[in-house]
């Protein structure tokens, strides 16, 4: 039965990954850092770089024949690109599951999942050859995934000796075989910070000196660039409170942008308590329970994006519906051949800072 169930869903994907143009262009040497989280029902290139790299493996590879297998790699992310993806983190779980608090892979690829990953893209040698694009900006998604777990920024950064370690190590690999033409900002130490927090900016390609850190408007200039690939500067006492887009300038060119909350110790961030119901199928709307929400300028980060603008006319409670890129599916819809019960994180964010995860059951 389960054999059946897998051969389904199998053959609903081969119906959806062709309505995505497949355009290869590979070298044998190449490789480009993932500058984004990936999750189930996202589209881009850099989805099929990452099917390209696991399918190096015979213990991760998508599919032996047909769509997903070696050359068949597509730019949509389903079910079987996670499964391969959580094959992928319970072999590395003491590099990408322990510095995070999991036991068990997700499927969820993340800041240390992208990190080993790009590790093993370089190191890859005779296994057929990779995608390689001439610049690590894919072509803009149309939601921005953000990074879970959330991490805070404390006056003494708190990075266990090991994963500090493992990301040396990947920034020093990545940087030696990549190419861009402009520098790359892969992901700040922190989401949200205190003034007189010191922050980790990790990027690549970068100018050695002379970079300049942008906070919205406010800048922070002659940011010296270690020899990791990492920035690093003290939140000034002037910096301006709220959430703020985080970029980097320099005489190379201008990164693409994250985001920085600095955050005042006299406010409260926002916390869930619970979420109603905790399961259901796609377009199901949620009810957020907790405490810290604004009356407006609220925002959802979930697995496949992010969900803006979100008022809360109570201060308690926010709604929003969970409804990922997965095309065919209809509000409410149930499709009990494929019998799927699929995690999606989420955190509640505004200018008062950032809560800590919560997971929505999406049933298919």
Not at 329 to 352: K, M
Request: glycine share 10%; hydrophobic share 40%; net charge negative.
């Amino acid at each position: 039965m389960m054999q059946l169930r897998i051969s389904i869903v199998i053959g609903f994907l081969c119906g959806l990954v062709f309505n995505v143009p497949i355009a290869l262009a590979v070298t044998t040497q190449d490789c480009v850092a993932l500058t984004r989280n990936l999750s189930l029902g996202m589209s881009g290139s850099d989805i099929q770089l990452l099917q390209q790299v696991l399918n190096r493996d015979q213990r991760t590879t998508l599919a032996m024949t047909g769509p997903g297998s070696r050359g068949m790699e597509s730019q949509y992310f389903g079910p079987i690109t996670k499964r391969a993806v959580i094959a992928f983190q319970d072999m590395y779980a003491d590099e990408v599951l322990t510095p995070v608090g999991l036991t068990a892979g997700s499927g969820y690829v993340g800041v240390f999942t992208r990190a080993k990953l790009a590790t093993l893209c370089l190191i890859g040698g005779e296994i057929s050859p990779v995608t390689s694009i001439a610049t690590p900006h894919v072509a803009t998604p149309v939601v921005i995934t953000p990074s879970l777990p959330i991490m805070k920024a404390t006056t003494t950064p708190t990075s266990s000796a090991a994963s500090a370690s493992i990301l040396e190590s990947t920034i020093t690999a990545v940087s030696g075989g990549f190419h861009s033409d402009t520098p790359v900002l892969m992901y700040p130490s922190a989401y949200t910070a205190e003034r007189g927090a010191t922050v980790g900016i990790f990027t690549l390609g970068l100018s050695a000196d002379g970079n300049t850190v942008h906070i919205g408007d406010f800048t922070i200039s002659d940011v010296p660039q270690n020899s990791n690939g990492q920035l690093s500067f003290v939140v000034p006492d002037n910096a301006p409170s709220g959430k703020h887009e985080l970029w980097i300038s320099s005489s190379k060119g201008v990164t693409n942008k994250s985001f920085l909350i600095i955050t005042d110790l006299a406010v409260s961030p926002p916390e869930i308590e619970s979420i109603t119901p905790e399961e259901g199928f796609w377009g199901q709307v949620i009810t957020v329970t907790g405490s810290g929400f604004l009356p407006e300028g609220n925002e959802v980060r979930i697995s496949y994006g992010v969900i803006e603008n979100i008022p809360s006319s109570d201060g308690k409670t926010l709604q929003f519906a969970v409804s990922p890129n997965i095309p065919g599916l209809q509000i409410g819809e149930d499709r009990p051949e494929f019998d799927i019960r699929d995690q999606y994180w989420f955190t509640v964010l505004n200018d008062n800072g950032m809560s800590k995860p919560m997971v929505f059951i999406l049933k298919v």
